[in-house]
């Protein structure tokens, strides 16, 4: 599996990407390889290539959604090469390796992607009638030596569990984080989750050549993408309270924070959406949502406040 990779064009689309639930603590489950099996998906996507020679290929994802939505990698599809768009065919199988065409039974349509930091967000078909998603967490506070768990699908293996540790944030293309896992072929597009169970990473691959070292893309990247999924959950865990809020969101450097720079939300039952008391008022400190592998640019930074009326 060799990584490639380009200098990222990072979108910033989702202001509202700093109203992030903060998790309280959680105990440490007695399986959570176990538990994440459910939300596993192996993925098998078929296309032409310009000559008419069939192309195929294979890669682990996972649902971020009740409604069947996958994040995985981004070269499930350009890892095929040059391809006629217009064949090709991604279908899933939930919870199971496929190990014969048949087995991938639900369909699934591309729903976006961020081609720079490998990552692609999927559809599948309503095959049943809720998926058990993950739950995502965040990378910002990891620290070096931090226990990391994995498991997906690789290559002539029904499912390979793995667990070891963060050991460096300095890996290639300044988007990526090493580990000592092992990662196997097949296995891009995995979720890398602590004890918890809440979903830290997203398996980008190893290094030719290099043993014991392998990389993957901090959940927190995958913000443009997931923001709102994010937000949908949130809403969702909203608990009516008696007073009218509104959250309002500034982003800073304008330069980088492309787009709206500073608004609010509608008002609304949504002060409790923050994880905040219905009175909180000032802005929060800031919080780093994505960093630009650009030197000349600082991170973006995301502050937010609830107003209550």
């Known amino acids: 599996m060799r990584l490639t990779f380009c200098r990222g064009q990072f979108l910033v689309g989702f202001l509202l990407a700093g109203v992030v639930l903060i998790a309280a603590p959680r105990p440490v489950r007695a399986d959570a390889h176990s538990d994440m099996a459910p939300s596993l998906v192996h993925l098998r996507i078929e296309a032409m290539d310009n000559l008419g020679n069939p192309k195929e290929g294979k890669a682990t994802g996972f649902l971020v959604t009740a409604g069947g ?23 899933a199988r939930v919870g199971r390796q496929g190990t014969n065409p048949a087995d991938f039974v639900e369909s699934a349509a591309v729903v976006s992607a961020l081609p720079e930091l490998d990552l692609l967000l999927l ?35 029904e499912l390979w569990q793995s667990d070891g540790a963060l050991r460096s944030k300095q890996g290639p293309g300044g988007t990526l984080w090493g580990t000592d896992m092992e990662f196997l072929g097949g296995q891009s597009g995995s979720p890398i989750y602590l004890d918890t169970g809440e979903v830290v990473g997203v398996v980008k691959g190893q290094l030719s050549g290099a043993s014991n070292f392998s990389f993957f893309v901090p959940i927190d990247l995958a913000d443009p993408l997931l923001i709102p999924l994010r937000l949908e959950a949130i809403e969702q865990r909203i608990a009516a309270i008696p007073k009218e809020c509104r959250i ?62």
């Open 248 to 309: 309002c969101v500034s982003a800073t450097p304008t330069g980088l924070c492309s787009g709206n720079t500073q608004g609010c939300s509608e008002w609304s039952q949504a002060g409790a959406a923050t994880g905040e008391e219905a009175s909180s008022s000032g802005w929060s400190a800031p919080i780093q949502i994505i960093r630009d592998a650009t030197p000349s640019f600082a991170d973006c930074k995301i502050r937010w406040k609830v107003e209550c009326r």
């Open 69 to 91: 939505q996958v994040l995985t990698v981004y070269h499930l599809i350009s890892g095929l090469g040059d391809i006629v768009h217009e064949t090709v065919k991604i279908t």
């Open 123 to 157: 559809k599948i078909s309503q095959g049943q009638e809720t998926y058990k998603p993950v739950r995502l967490g965040s990378s910002r506070s990891l620290q070096l030596g931090t226990r990391l768990l994995t498991s997906g699908f690789p290559e002539n293996l």
